[in-house]
């Protein structure tokens, strides 16, 4: 059974920094794609960054260069260390794990960036 479990997330002030965890069971990570995705109040949810079996990320326009995704193999965990946060990156941030045809995602954590 796939299980995605989200951590890291809460109330920063803006400009400050959150670490956001992803822990995977019951897939063999290190062959998936893994990325983050997030849903403000009222839009849709939408991509922040990616990262492939190989290292190769990509990320939102929104965030490049304040966030960065990485990957643990050896402890089936996708990290996003998000910094110099913004009111408008407020939002639910979920974990999805790719690998054809799975397709599984976590129950998401929200971070709340106050002006």
């Known amino acids: 059974q796939v299980q995605l479990v989200e951590s890291g997330g809460g109330l920063v002030q803006a400009g400050g920094s959150l670490r956001l965890s992803c822990a995977a069971s019951g897939i063999i990570f290190s062959i998936s794609a893994m990325g983050w995705y997030r849903q403000a109040p009222g839009k849709q949810r939408e991509l922040v960054a990616t990262i492939t079996s190989g290292g190769s990320t990509n990320y939102a326009v929104s965030v490049k260069g304040r966030f960065t995704i990485s990957r643990d193999n050896a402890k089936n965990t996708v990290y996003l260390e998000m910094n110099s946060l913004k009111p408008e990156d407020t939002g639910a941030y979920y974990c999805?794990?790719?690998?054809?045809?799975?397709?599984?995602w976590g129950k998401g954590t929200l971070v709340t960036v106050s002006s």
């Open positions: 999805n794990a790719k690998r054809w045809p799975m397709d599984a």
